[in-house]
């Protein structure tokens, strides 16, 4: 631990700035909220009162200008991710980027190239991977007390209406990145990734089925093989009424599955044996220390990776990963051709943007918030 807490600014007080905050509330004896910027001065105003936050910026120059930052939360739309952090890089700070990080892999790619001229780092919050089940599931993996991954399936079944796209960022190749399978099922298939390791080779399908005024898919598919063989699918949809996040992995000796929404404890994991291995189930529960998926406990693992001057978690090798999987699962969606890993090279178009060589169905008219691009 630190005998001085880091200080840290939260860059776009929209929504879920009020995530981080908390987080940063959850460990006051190592981290300090104090400053926020928005460019919207009366939003910034307010949530620095709310959250007793002494500096108020109108802008990130601005603010490593006048103040010394250790941690830069990003929080603001996608677009300007890559901008953002490669600004505090340079400044000397460290960032954590909201999802998803960037547009594309190549800005993924510079970020990683000012990172390391800069010794500072970059983490990504996928905070699904810090709840207790997924650390117990990923050692009793590791473990070999699973047996073999066989089958998996990862569902994102959320529901967003014509007014959630009224931002006018969302549903914009050009501002947001993607559509469910960018800004919604990745922390879903990101904690996938994170259990079942390298993928080989993805075949999807994308499409726009209700949301007509949005420019991306509403709606994606994928059959995926990884390196050990295990076979998985992953949906993604802000089209389903009924909404879930769930995940099922079947091993050798047990099914393994997490039902939830938005975050997960665990109680809302269950294990099911195969006959003959009941100890599975005692090691599941053996180990109960309940810590809840979310930002604090993301935010801890950064702490502690800071306090030993080690790179914190998600790296921006383990991001890249799973940006080349939503790159992979686009770039088979809009050319209907399976996509291996390490098959997107810098000078393909999926590198540069996720719809490389444009979704497959018509954009819509230009309309007040959403013009075509």
Same mark, same amino acid.
């Given at each position: 631990?630190?005998?001085?807490?880091?200080?840290?600014?939260?860059?776009?007080?929209?929504?879920?700035?009020?995530?981080?905050?908390?987080?940063?509330?959850?460990?006051?004896?190592?981290?300090?909220?104090?400053?926020?910027?928005?460019? *919207?001065?009366?939003?910034?105003?307010?949530?620095?009162?709310?959250?007793?936050?002494?500096?108020?910026?109108?802008?990130?120059?601005?603010?490593?200008?006048?103040?010394?930052?250790?941690?830069?939360?990003?929080?603001?739309?996608?677009?300007?991710?890559?901008?953002?952090?490669?600004?505090?890089?340079?400044?000397?700070?460290?960032?954590?980027?909201?999802?998803?990080?960037?547009? @594309?892999?190549?800005?993924?790619?510079?970020? $990683?190239?000012?990172?390391?001229?800069?010794?500072?780092?970059?983490?990504?919050?996928?905070?699904?991977?810090?709840?207790?089940?997924?650390?117990?599931?990923?050692?009793?993996?590791?473990?070999?007390?699973?047996?073999?991954?066989?089958?998996?399936?990862?569902?994102?079944?959320?529901?967003? *209406?014509?007014?959630?796209?009224?931002?006018?960022?969302?549903?914009?190749?050009?501002?947001?990145?993607?559509?469910?399978?960018?800004?919604?099922?990745?922390?879903?298939?990101?904690?996938?990734?994170?259990?079942?390791?390298?993928?080989?080779?993805?075949?999807?399908?994308?499409?726009?089925?209700?949301?007509?005024?949005?420019?991306?898919?509403?709606? @994606?598919?994928?059959?995926?093989?990884?390196?050990?063989?295990?076979?998985?699918?992953?949906?993604?949809?802000?089209?389903?009424?009924?909404?879930?996040?769930?995940?099922?992995?079947?091993?050798?000796?047990?099914?393994?599955?997490?039902?939830?929404?938005?975050?997960?404890?665990?109680?809302?994991?269950?294990?099911?044996?195969?006959?003959?291995?009941?100890?599975?189930?005692?090691?599941?529960?053996?180990?109960?220390?309940?810590?809840?998926?979310?930002?604090?406990?993301?935010?801890? $693992?950064?702490?502690?990776?800071?306090?030993?001057?080690?790179?914190?978690?998600?790296?921006?090798? *383990?991001?890249?990963?799973?940006?080349?999987?939503?790159?992979?699962?686009?770039? @088979?969606?809009?050319?209907?051709?399976?996509?291996?890993?390490?098959?997107?090279?810098?000078?393909?178009?999926?590198?540069?943007?996720?719809?490389?060589?444009?979704?497959?169905?018509?954009?819509?008219?230009?309309?007040?918030?959403?013009?075509? $691009?």
């Amino acid at each position: 631990m630190t005998q001085t807490p880091y200080r840290a600014a939260i860059i776009g007080t929209g929504g879920i700035a009020t995530a981080h905050a908390r987080a940063l509330r959850a460990h006051p004896d190592r981290v300090a909220l104090t400053a926020v910027v928005d460019v *919207d001065a009366d939003r910034a105003r307010t949530f620095a009162a709310e959250w007793d936050t002494p500096v108020v910026a109108p802008g990130l120059t601005e603010l490593l200008a006048a103040h010394r930052v250790d941690l830069v939360h990003l929080c603001t739309p996608p677009a300007t991710h890559a901008p953002l952090a490669i600004e505090a890089l340079r400044a000397g700070a460290h960032v954590l980027v909201e999802k998803p990080p960037t547009l @594309s892999l190549s800005e993924l790619d510079a970020i $990683a190239t000012v990172s390391k001229e800069t010794g500072r780092h970059v983490a990504t919050v996928f905070q699904h991977r810090f709840g207790t089940g997924a650390a117990r599931l990923r050692r009793l993996a590791a473990d070999g007390h699973l047996g073999r991954s066989l089958l998996a399936t990862c569902d994102t079944l959320w529901f967003r *209406d014509d007014a959630y796209f009224a931002a006018p960022w969302r549903g914009r190749w050009e501002t947001e990145g993607g559509g469910p399978t960018m800004g919604h099922g990745i922390h879903q298939f990101d904690l996938l990734l994170s259990v079942l390791g390298p993928w080989e080779r993805v075949t999807a399908v994308a499409g726009r089925r209700a949301r007509h005024q949005v420019h991306t898919e509403d709606v @994606s598919m994928a059959l995926v093989t990884f390196a050990d063989g295990t076979l998985a699918s992953v949906v993604n949809s802000v089209v389903s009424p009924r909404q879930t996040s769930a995940l099922r992995f079947d091993f050798e000796r047990a099914t393994v599955e997490l039902t939830h929404l938005y975050g997960y404890t665990d109680d809302h994991w269950t294990v099911t044996p195969a006959p003959g291995s009941g100890d599975v189930k005692r090691r599941w529960y053996a180990d109960w220390d309940d810590v809840e998926s979310g930002h604090a406990g993301q935010l801890a $693992a950064v702490l502690d990776a800071l306090d030993a001057g080690t790179e914190p978690p998600v790296t921006l090798a *383990d991001t890249r990963r799973t940006m080349e999987f939503v790159a992979a699962l686009y770039r @088979s969606a809009f050319t209907g051709v399976p996509v291996r890993a390490g098959e997107i090279g810098p000078d393909d178009p999926f590198a540069a943007r996720m719809n490389g060589v444009d979704a497959p169905w018509t954009a819509p008219a230009a309309t007040e918030g959403h013009r075509t $691009a």
